[in-house]
């Protein structure tokens, strides 16, 4: 047997943005006149899983790829040794994970004055990092900040008596 199998990718498709800290399964059409007997991928050049039973679904496992473009291709093998690849794709690994948030000052049920300028403080956290706080009162924002670490100025000007609800 001198004939190579073919193979192509059919998930992720090219240009798609796939999670980043995740599995992703990428899965392929292949064939062979003997047979398909494993499938690998390569994610930048290097090998990152493989599969030997059909339908070949490769595990992908993007704990820590780097945010952004990465070239993929499955390498496939017959049963006499021959390989061929798939064209290459580029994908965008994107973060998809969302930023925790709490307020950490003013205290829950804390009584504040009327008419003053009352410091907020945050405890935002990302795995890739936060960039901007809001914070909502009665579900209107009324500060935001760009600046580590995230105290915001409240004023609680025109403020009715009485308790409020503070979303950050």
Same mark, same amino acid.
């Given at each position: 047997? #001198? %004939?190579?199998? =073919?193979?192509?990718? %059919?998930?992720?498709?090219?240009? @798609?943005?796939?999670?980043?800290?995740?599995?992703?399964? /990428?899965?392929?059409?292949?064939?062979?006149? /003997?047979?398909? =007997?494993?499938? !690998?991928?390569?994610?930048?050049?290097?090998?990152?899983?493989?599969?030997?039973? &059909?339908?070949?679904?490769?595990?992908?496992?993007? %704990?820590? $790829?780097? $945010?952004?473009?990465?070239?993929?291709?499955?390498?496939?093998?017959?049963? #006499?040794? *021959?390989?061929?690849? @798939?064209?290459?794709?580029?994908?965008?690994?994107?973060?998809?994970? &969302?930023?925790?948030?709490?307020? =950490?000052?003013?205290?829950? *049920?804390? &009584?504040?004055?009327?008419?003053?300028?009352? @410091?907020?403080?945050?405890? &935002?956290?990302?795995?890739?990092?936060?960039?901007?706080? !809001?914070?909502?009162?009665?579900?209107?924002?009324?500060? *935001? @900040?760009?600046?580590?670490?995230?105290?915001?100025?409240?004023?609680?000007?025109? $403020?009715? $008596?009485?308790?409020?609800?503070?979303? #950050?």
């Amino acid at each position: 047997d #001198a %004939t190579p199998p =073919t193979i192509s990718i %059919t998930n992720p498709t090219n240009n @798609s943005n796939v999670p980043r800290d995740s599995n992703v399964n /990428v899965t392929s059409t292949s064939s062979d006149n /003997v047979g398909v =007997t494993k499938v !690998e991928l390569y994610v930048d050049g290097n090998l990152k899983s493989s599969s030997q039973a &059909a339908p070949f679904t490769v595990v992908w496992d993007t %704990t820590g $790829l780097a $945010l952004g473009p990465h070239d993929l291709y499955l390498k496939a093998y017959d049963a #006499a040794g *021959n390989t061929s690849n @798939s064209a290459n794709i580029s994908v965008n690994a994107v973060d998809v994970t &969302a930023p925790t948030v709490a307020i =950490t000052s003013p205290a829950n *049920n804390a &009584a504040i004055s009327q008419g003053s300028a009352v @410091s907020v403080t945050l405890n &935002a956290k990302d795995n890739v990092g936060v960039v901007k706080s !809001e914070l909502y009162v009665d579900g209107n924002v009324r500060s *935001n @900040s760009t600046v580590v670490p995230f105290t915001l100025l409240w004023d609680t000007s025109g $403020l009715t $008596l009485g308790g409020h609800n503070l979303v #950050a």
